[in-house]
């Protein structure tokens, strides 16, 4: 499909700089097959969800992944920063660099915020747009723990060209269930829920799953080809263990939804569920690209915030939900004055009809 049949325009008052608060009042399109757009709220949910019903979150913990620092050779220094975007081993990330053009092989890097002793590394590899690879000095949890010292917030490109790093993005972009460190983005659906509300919809019937899928700053990459079959997708590591997906398709079995909280458990859930028709255990990088006419085997419903145009997650919500359905939905949200990206309002999107579904 032509890139361009994805796009629209938003204005940019409607980009949203804080996420509502308290979190969980911010508002919920909801999207049915045949059925008018319902505006309501993240609240509603309560009334939305069914019993027997299982909501599967991504558990992932955003890594405050920017670091700035200076590039040493001899006496000669130069200031530089990177945004961390994918683990490669416990050792190494991948990153974009700024300066680029500043940075060669074997380049000694002294990074940090000044407050201890700085975060040494050098340069492995050096990529396209920008792109590095940087080899620490330090590995594995220290490695992680240092970089929760040194780093910032690493916030999506269209909040941070617009406003600094605050303390209270610290909270504001972390999950109220995160647990497991690698993520240089946050899940963002997930945002909007707090511990009360789990524990509301835990107390009327619907149980919360686990998955992990490290999100990487991939996700803000703009496309660059003008039809979806050239383009490349990033990859991304994520886990569902077996004892997860039987709780699943337990639930499955019985007559409950498989809720997916955010583009990335959509992205995992697919990713196990696509070799064999049902779900199975996974481990490993995904790649997965979902455009319309996917055959969608195991989500029933999608919580997802607001996306960009012609970014590969409007693409998927199209996917699931019909692509002129998704442009009226949009419009709506638009006409409405919806908060949209990350800090953004939500929907709930129940998933269009697919030929193979009765096969």
């Not at 979806?228 to 939804?257: C, L």
């Amino acid at each position: 499909m032509r890139v361009s049949e994805f796009d629209f325009d938003l204005p940019e008052s409607h980009i949203a700089l804080h996420p509502a608060e308290p979190r969980d009042s911010a508002r919920l399109l909801v999207v049915r097959p045949g059925e008018p757009l319902a505006d309501q709220h993240i609240p509603d949910l309560k009334t939305l969800l069914r019993p027997g019903d299982v909501l599967v979150v991504n558990d992932t913990r955003v890594l405050p992944a920017e670091l700035k620092g200076v590039r040493v050779r001899g006496e000669v220094r130069a200031n530089v920063s990177f945004n961390l975007h994918k683990r490669v081993d416990a050792h190494t990330w991948r990153a974009f660099a700024r300066p680029a053009k500043k940075l060669a092989l074997l380049d000694r890097l002294e990074l940090g915020n000044g407050e201890a002793e700085p975060l040494v590394a050098r340069i492995a590899g050096k990529g396209e747009t920008g792109e590095v690879t940087l080899e620490f000095e330090l590995g594995g949890a220290q490695l992680d723990e240092a970089i929760k010292s040194h780093g910032a917030m690493p916030l999506p490109p269209y909040i941070g060209a617009k406003r600094g790093v605050e303390e209270r993005d610290k909270v504001d972009y972390q999950t109220v269930y995160a647990a497991e460190d690698g993520a240089v983005a946050a899940p963002t659906a997930g945002l909007h829920f707090t511990e009360k509300l789990l524990q509301d919809l835990s107390d009327m019937g619907v149980t919360m799953e686990r998955v992990t899928l490290h999100v990487g700053a991939g996700t803000f990459l703009p496309m660059k080809a003008d039809d979806t079959d050239d383009h490349v997708m990033h990859s991304e590591w994520g886990e569902i263990d077996q004892a997860t997906v039987e709780r699943i398709n337990a639930r499955r079995r019985a007559g409950g939804r498989v809720i997916a909280v955010g583009t990335t458990s959509l992205r995992l859930l697919e990713t196990a569920s696509r070799a064999t028709g049902e779900l199975k255990p996974f481990v490993g990088d995904t790649d997965i690209f979902i455009t319309p006419g996917f055959h969608f085997r195991t989500v029933d419903v999608l919580m997802t915030n607001f996306h960009l145009p012609k970014s590969t997650l409007f693409m998927l919500v199209s996917a699931f939900s019909g692509l002129e359905q998704m442009k009226r939905a949009y419009a709506h949200a638009i006409a409405y004055g919806y908060r949209f990206y990350s800090y953004g309002d939500s929907s709930l999107l129940h998933r269009a009809p697919h030929p193979e579904d009765d096969v």
